[in-house]
């Protein structure tokens, strides 16, 4: 009998990620026995309220300080502190698999003798009644031209099973439960560790890439001998969105190659991509297929792109873009106040 | 600086096809796992500007040939190849036999890509390091020496977002590094310094993994 615990994973340490109903999704599934299931959070001020409310039958907090829960070490020693307290007999323990509780979970794997499979993107039990430790995870391999499907050996069936999740896979509706058993385990600073935290800095948009910012803007051919970019630039900087383009943009050289977007240039995957000067041919919008709003300005309210858009604006970019700017730069001095 | 880069040889990804009649992977050509190779074009930029010697070490299946001449090409001064059965079986315990290869050795820094481009596990480096009782940190796309013994090293996080941290050495130091191997590199067989050798060491598997 194998209880299934999940590290639930948090945002920097104060806030509970969406992953978390992706990883309980996951959890409820391989719970065959239908033991209690246990959450572990180790964060660094999560709100009090949140505990009661957690999806799991047993909660298990542990709270560091901030610069240290962005270290694997602490959570290592966090994890110990928490076996320790409750006397966890041989469990799976699911993990998200980002850098930092990727290297908790193998660490730990390590240190309990036991086994670890990474960058899971399933977990199959064989059957209704089966056992939870037979189970087979499905991985990636090769880039992801193939998958391969493995187990844990059985040899030590009394050691822990670690599981790391692809983060890809870890989606699911924010889920509110009511736990029997939430316990608070006080663990003051773990020992300093070898690795220390310095610093955080955001990525400026002249360094940042298309394929990973938040925010991207795109400029068409609809800005070739139109004057200055000045104003495009601003925006660029207050939404920290690097810029790309079409093909016809990079041709005309207003962006530089790799920063094109569409079928023969870069996908890209931004919350916000604004479109300017854009018509929005077929070979573009394949680009922007993972971008989950767009914004298009264009003269001409004919232009394909307007089907695409979430917010369309006619109207020449000349125009368009200093009034988006000041409403941008107003809006932003308001949430600084 | 004593800076060991892990190499594994892998099939490259790029070439891999299914063979549906066969139901199974084809067209595995040899080559070398790329991040780790920018692992090791990382450490040759450093040798470039600072006192270091490099050793490069790689484990494979005793029945494997592995041509290592792409990799002498790189200014390295020692070649280590252990040879252990069962490699593709109990992969998870690749770190076994290259931390009897390795715990005697001074080490500084231990260098290789995060994951490997045919399995994608991400685990020999960190078991390494927790089987020598040293620091790991994976991800990590550039690295900078702080003072003689300590080093510090960026990783992103989230879509837009740098963190810094810094490590004590010695240290297993994971890579991010972006592709600069074809860019950077365009290394000439020098072969390995006089009275140095391509040494082979048998290793041995023990224990339980996947
Ligand atoms: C094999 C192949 C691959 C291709 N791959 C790609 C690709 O990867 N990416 C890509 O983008 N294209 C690609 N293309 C090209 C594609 O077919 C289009 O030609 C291209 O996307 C058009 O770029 P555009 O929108 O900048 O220019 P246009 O289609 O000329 O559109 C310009 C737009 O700007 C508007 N405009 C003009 N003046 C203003 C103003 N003052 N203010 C506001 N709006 C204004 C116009 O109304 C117009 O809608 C490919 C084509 C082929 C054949």
Redesign the interface.
């Known amino acids: 009998m194998r209880k299934v615990f999940c590290y639930v994973p948090v945002?920097d340490g104060t806030v509970l990620n969406e992953h978390a109903w992706g990883l309980m999704k996951i959890a409820n599934k391989i719970n065959t026995e239908r033991l209690p299931l246990a959450g572990i959070v180790v964060h660094s001020g999560l709100e009090k309220e949140q505990w009661g409310e957690l999806p799991f039958d047993e909660v298990y907090h542990v709270r560091l300080e901030a610069e240290q829960w962005?270290?694997?070490?602490a959570h290592v020693q966090a994890f110990e502190h928490v076996h320790h307290e409750i006397g966890a007999a041989q469990g799976i323990y699911l993990f998200a698999s980002n850098?930092l509780y990727?290297?908790t979970a193998?660490?730990l794997?390590?240190?309990y003798?036991g086994?670890?499979?990474?960058?899971a993107v399933d977990i199959h039990t064989p059957n209704s009644d089966a056992a939870a430790s037979s189970f087979t995870v499905k991985?990636?391999?090769?880039?992801g031209?193939?998958h391969?499907y493995?187990?844990?050996?059985s040899?030590?069936p009394t050691?822990h099973q670690f599981v790391t999740m692809s983060p890809a896979v870890l989606y699911g509706e924010r889920m509110q439960g009511q736990p029997s058993v939430v316990r608070e385990i006080h663990y003051d600073n773990p020992t300093a560790?070898?690795?220390?935290?310095?610093?955080?800095?955001?990525?400026g948009w002249e360094e940042?890439k298309i394929t990973?910012?938040?925010c991207v803007i795109g400029v068409g051919r609809g800005l070739s001998g139109a004057g200055s970019m000045a104003d495009i630039v601003r925006l660029a900087e207050l939404l920290?969105a690097p810029i790309g383009g079409s093909k016809v943009a990079d041709e005309l050289g207003l962006i530089p190659r790799d920063r094109r977007i569409g079928s023969s240039g870069s996908a890209i995957d931004a919350d916000i991509y604004i479109a300017i000067g854009i018509s929005g041919s077929s070979q573009h919008l394949e680009g922007i297929k993972g971008v989950k709003r767009v914004i298009a300005v264009n003269s001409d309210p004919s232009a394909p792109i307007f089907q695409r858009c979430d917010i369309g604006i006619v109207g020449k970019f000349q125009d368009v873009i200093p009034a988006l700017v000041a409403a941008v730069q107003s809006e932003s001095s308001v949430s600084a106040t | 600086m004593n800076i060991c880069v892990l190499i594994k040889p892998v099939a490259d990804p790029a070439s891999i096809r299914w063979d549906y009649r066969e139901q199974r992977l084809d067209f595995m050509t040899p080559g070398f796992n790329r991040p780790d190779l920018h692992a090791l074009q990382w450490a040759c930029d450093y040798k470039q500007t600072h006192a270091a010697r490099i050793t490069i070490v790689t484990v494979v299946d005793p029945d494997q040939e592995i041509d290592v001449k792409p990799l002498l090409k790189y200014p390295v001064d020692d070649c280590i190849i252990i040879k252990c059965a069962n490699l593709s079986r109990y992969r998870h315990q690749t770190a076994l036999p290259l931390v009897q290869a390795l715990k005697d050795q001074a080490f500084d820094l231990i260098l290789s890509g995060s994951q490997s481009e045919d399995t994608h596990s991400g685990v020999t480096p960190a078991v390494l390091a927790e089987f020598l009782g040293i620091p790991y940190f994976s991800e990590v796309y550039q690295i900078d020496p702080a003072s003689d013994h300590i080093w510090q090293v960026k990783r992103k996080s989230g879509r837009d977002r740098v963190q810094t941290f810094r490590i004590d050495l010695p240290a297993v130091i994971g890579g991010d590094w972006v592709d600069r191997t074809e860019t950077v590199c365009s290394p000439v067989f020098r072969g390995l310094p006089p009275g140095k050798g391509i040494g082979q060491i048998y290793g041995r598997m023990f224990g339980e993994g996947t």
Do not use: C, M, Q
């Open positions: 945002v962005k270290v694997a070490d850098p990727h290297e193998v660490r794997s390590v240190r003798g086994a670890v499979i990474t960058h991985r990636e391999i090769y880039r031209k193939a391969e493995v187990t844990f050996r040899s030590n050691s560790g070898k690795v220390r935290f310095v610093s955080e800095s955001v990525i940042l990973e910012a938040r920290n």
